[in-house]
């Protein structure tokens, strides 16, 4: 059976979060990254240099939704928001940003910066949830009082051997 091949081409407008179906496939970072720096080019203007977009496969399509509202929020409130670091650290999304206020005692700043702390904090937490192999829902965070591993569904914290089955 022949697989179903997603073109890696770029404009899917219509994001499917996650193609669980063949992670192996998956877009090689430099080339996700480079896509992502330049439709997200005026957040990511702030972006720590030598530094990548380190996260884990499957937190590509939250980091990018999580890229897409910084950048509807910073417009709305009219500020320069960027982010400077995105990366998976003991298992947890980090996110580092500056809200680009110019004029702290604007009326509208705390308004903004409730609003960003809570694209924030629901990015990292929808991250605990994510697959960071796949993308999928519902996956477990792998914690022991030793180690915090990102977490993974069921069926990518099963280590496979390939070809096992006959
Ligand atoms: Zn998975």
């Known amino acids: ?19 669980p179906e063949s992670p192996d496939a998956a877009e090689p970072r430099e080339a996700w990254e480079a896509r992502v720096r330049e439709r997200y080019g005026k957040v990511l203007a702030g972006y720590i240099a030598g530094r990548g977009i380190e996260v884990p496969v499957g937190w590509r399509s939250l980091v990018e939704d999580g890229l897409a ?20 650290k003991f298992g947890t999304l980090r996110f580092h940003w500056d809200e680009g206020i110019a004029d702290p005692g604007a ?10 702390n ?11 949830g994510t697959c960071e192999v796949c993308g999928a829902d519902g996956a477990i965070e792998r914690t022991s009082p030793f180690v915090a591993k990102s977490p993974r569904c069921d069926r990518c914290s099963v280590a496979r051997p390939s070809g096992s089955s006959s």
């Open 118 to 128: 809570a694209v924030v904090s629901d990015l990292q937490s929808r991250a605990l």
């Open 107 to 116: 009326g509208d700043t705390a308004i903004a910066l409730a609003v960003m």
């Open 1 to 19: 059976m022949a697989k179903s091949k997603k073109a890696a081409e770029g404009d899917d407008a219509a994001r499917t979060p996650g193609s």
């Open 69 to 88: 509202q910084f950048e509807l929020v910073s417009r709305r409130f009219e500020l320069d928001a960027t982010v400077a670091l995105v990366k998976e």
